[in-house]
């Protein structure tokens, strides 16, 4: 049998409302004894408690906002394992989540979601180059938030260090004997696209190596321009003999183009990718992909951690913090020579 209300529960159970209030808040200073008794109720009584009322009442939410930018691709594995770690830190602290896809990011719309009670605050993704004023504005304005997969200064920010990143895989590349390489990028705007070119510009230059101009293309994290890409860069007079990519989708586009063009990988070009998805290591990617590995979910993990302990204690948080984690190079067939 049901109850519709708190005040319908407390008569069934003999208590007053204020002390089962007290009891589903979570106050430790109501008797051992009597949240026992409540919990089994709870059950019994088939009781599901308005959060929303609650959160009005207590004048606090427990939800967090998790905003993606909408994009023409979403197969990246990115998400999956960005929802998993965003999740199993808000559950893990008595917080639920919410999901939205957005782009542009709008100050309006996130000031109005943490203003109406709907959040407590919010995780932007990936944001562009262009999102810094929008994001420095919900700073200023006091709206609990964190960045994921990007980074600003000022701002708390929860990203993989790509500029080490594509650094690691172009010292890899050159350690091959490879010294025409060329460079894919997802979108200049993006600002990790960015930080993995910045590492990809440092490897070249410490080994003295050109980065000629034509081996630089933009292929905006989609595989049939990553296709194109590739195309031209095998019909210049002096074609690369390796391309690093920003992503693992771009990768794949690339290395399927320059086989289909009759050159070998990784015997007349290497390529290499990022993100380390299942997609560089399926049975129709031959050889399989190599790629630079970052841990998606230990980074939503901890961004959450953190965006939820500053909603509960900001004083304890003056300052931003930034944290950059450490990427991991996974070296297979697409890169590495015969032999080795």
């Known amino acids: 049998m049901a109850v519709e209300t708190l005040e319908d529960l407390a008569e069934k159970l003999k208590i007053s409302r204020r002390t089962l209030s007290r009891v589903m808040q979570g106050d430790a200073n109501v008797a051992e004894g009597t949240r026992d008794s409540v919990s089994k109720s709870l059950e019994k009584f088939r009781y599901y408690r308005n959060f929303h009322a609650s959160s009005l009442a207590a004048r606090k939410v427990h939800v967090i906002a998790l905003v993606f930018p909408v994009q023409q691709n979403t197969q990246d594995e990115y998400i999956y394992h960005t929802q998993l770690g965003v999740m199993d830190a808000s559950q893990s602290s008595g917080y639920h989540t919410m999901i939205f896809a957005r782009s542009p990011y709008r100050f309006d719309e996130c000031m109005s979601w943490v203003k109406s009670k709907m959040v407590s605050g919010v995780i932007l993704v990936a944001p562009s180059l262009a999102s810094f004023e929008t994001i420095r504005d919900l700073q200023k304005s ?120 009759g050159m070998s990988i990784p015997e007349d070009v290497a390529v290499v990718g990022y993100d380390n998805t299942s997609l560089g290591q399926m049975p129709i990617v031959e050889p399989s992909l190599s790629s630079v590995e970052q841990p998606f979910q230990k980074m939503s993990f901890e961004a959450t951690k953190h965006l939820i302990d500053k909603i509960e204690n900001p004083r304890r948080h003056k300052e931003s913090k930034s944290i950059f984690f450490p990427p991991r190079l996974v070296v297979r067939g697409s890169s590495l020579k015969a032999g080795q």
């Not at 460079?183 to 590492?199: E, Y």
């Open 142 to 261: 006091k709206v609990p938030l964190a960045v994921l997969h990007a980074h600003y200064p000022g701002i708390d920010s929860f990203d993989g260090d790509n500029v080490q990143g594509g650094y690691v895989v172009t010292r890899h590349l050159i350690g091959q004997g490879r010294r025409r390489i060329a460079f894919l990028h997802g979108h200049p705007d993006w600002i990790n696209s960015r930080d993995r070119f910045l590492g990809y510009s440092k490897a070249m230059k410490e080994a003295g190596l050109e980065i000629l101009p034509e081996y630089v293309r933009n292929a905006f994290f989609d595989m049939a321009t990553a296709e194109k890409a590739a195309e031209q860069l095998m019909n210049l007079p002096t074609p690369p003999d390796a391309v690093v990519s920003a992503n693992d989708l771009m990768a794949v586009g690339a290395l399927k183009k320059i086989k289909s063009l």
